[in-house]
């Protein structure tokens, strides 16, 4: 896999939603990347905190922008194991976010379903990057939760 590329920055993401799936969380995994250098690692921790905004997206851009000592993430990009939800969308127009990578399309509750105006205008979107690794971890969460 290629340094810097989108798999690799993915592939970090992937092993934060571990994470969140060890600790019995929805297991979704975000790094915002700054100059091809990681500058914030988070997962959910909804759970944890008892703080339905306690996403992964959300605890990345605190601690982006924290790390940066600024509110604006413009030369940033959020590689996240999950399509991001309209409030993680609508913060990320806030933040005017560079460029959102992500994983596993999330068809109930993803903000493409309302894109237009979510976004700041100059922000970029990928999707699908590792899109089975990220689905699966989530499907076995799911279904562990089930059984």
Request: net charge negative; charged share 25%; hydrophobic share 40%.
């Amino acid at each position: 896999m290629e340094l810097y590329s989108d798999a690799y920055f993915m592939n970090e993401a992937l092993k934060e939603a571990h994470k969140a799936f060890e600790q019995d969380e929805v297991p979704v995994g975000a790094v915002i990347v700054w100059n091809n250098r990681i500058i914030a690692r988070a997962h959910n921790l909804t759970e944890t905190l008892n703080d339905p905004t306690a996403h992964a997206e959300m605890q990345a851009f605190t601690s982006a922008t924290n790390t940066i000592g600024g509110k604006y993430l413009n030369e940033c990009t959020l590689f996240v194991t999950l399509e991001p939800c309209v409030m993680c969308a609508g913060a990320s127009y806030w933040a005017q976010l560079g460029k959102i990578v992500f994983g596993a399309d999330d068809e109930k509750r993803g903000f493409t379903l309302v894109r237009d105006r979510l976004l700041h205008p100059k922000t970029v979107v990928q999707g699908g990057i590792l899109k089975q690794e990220c689905s699966g971890l989530l499907k076995e969460f799911f279904a562990k939760k089930r059984s």
